[in-house]
């Protein structure tokens, strides 16, 4: 069964730093490409990262910069390094596995982590 | 870069069928793959269609996907609508540079 177990959620300050963690189990972790998508409070659905299984890697223009997307293979685990931390940063963030031929899509969802951004 | 248009919130009764769009603003609808996802009030999202018109194993076929090109628009149909289908729906697609892109979501209401 494919598990997708994020981490490392919390209340930070203005220009504070966090890291996420998605654990993942149940599959072939380094055939996959995979996601982080953030849902604001009562908001939709928004694209953050993306990270390919050759370790491509992209940002939306809002974190650009700020945000590091990153993989180890050998410990099946994605993550988010997030800097500079915003009150428009606050969120539910998701791990999501990207189908596994195009890429296109998410199979795969993570129950989420919050990140509150708040002095 | 895109955007893609969604309807704010549909209603229809149960037993009807209702139809969701999703508008892409520039470049065509069919460059890109479409994706529909069901997110029910406090749970994670789960895909209902995959590559414009692709249901995954589970999802009933009362769901269906297709795109448009005269409309440059994707559309989620889901027929003989059920109250356990009231949830917010968002379509995504993806750009040349790899970034996806999600529609701003529907609310679906069956009463």
């Known amino acids: 069964e494919v598990q997708l177990v994020e981490s490392g959620g919390g209340l930070v300050k203005p220009g504070g730093s966090l890291r996420l963690s998605c654990a993942a189990s149940?599959?072939?972790?380094?055939?996959?490409?995979f996601n982080w998508v953030r849902q604001a409070p009562g908001e939709g659905l928004e694209w953050v990262s993306s990270?390919?299984?050759?370790?491509?890697?992209y940002y939306a223009d809002s974190v650009q910069g700020r945000f590091t997307i990153s993989r180890d293979n050998a410990k099946n685990s994605l993550y988010l390094q997030m800097n500079s931390l915003r009150a428009e940063d606050t969120a539910v963030y998701y791990c999501?596995?990207?189908?596994?031929?195009?890429?296109?899509?998410?199979?795969?969802w993570g129950q989420g982590t919050l990140v509150t951004v708040s002095s | 870069n895109f955007m893609l248009t969604q309807p704010h919130s549909v209603s229809e009764s149960p037993g009807k069928t209702v139809t969701i769009s999703c508008t892409r603003s520039?470049?065509?609808?069919?460059?890109?793959?479409v994706q529909w996802y069901q997110q029910r009030p406090g749970s994670v999202p789960t895909t209902v269609i995959y590559?414009?018109?692709?249901?995954p194993s589970g999802v009933p076929d009362r769901f269906s996907g297709s795109i448009d090109s005269s409309s440059n628009s994707a559309s989620l149909t889901i027929s003989g609508l059920k109250t356990e289908d009231e949830a917010d729906y968002y379509c995504?697609?993806?750009?040349?540079?790899?970034?996806?892109?999600f529609g701003g979501g529907t609310s679906l209401t069956v009463l």
């Open positions: 995504q697609s993806y750009d040349s540079s790899n970034h996806w892109v």
């Open positions: 590559e414009d018109n692709q249901r």
């Open positions: 990270i390919t299984s050759a370790t491509y890697i």
């Open positions: 149940g599959f072939t972790f380094s055939s996959y490409s």
């Open positions: 999501a596995r990207a189908t596994y031929i195009t890429g296109a899509s998410a199979d795969s």
């Open positions: 520039s470049g065509s609808i069919a460059s890109n793959y």
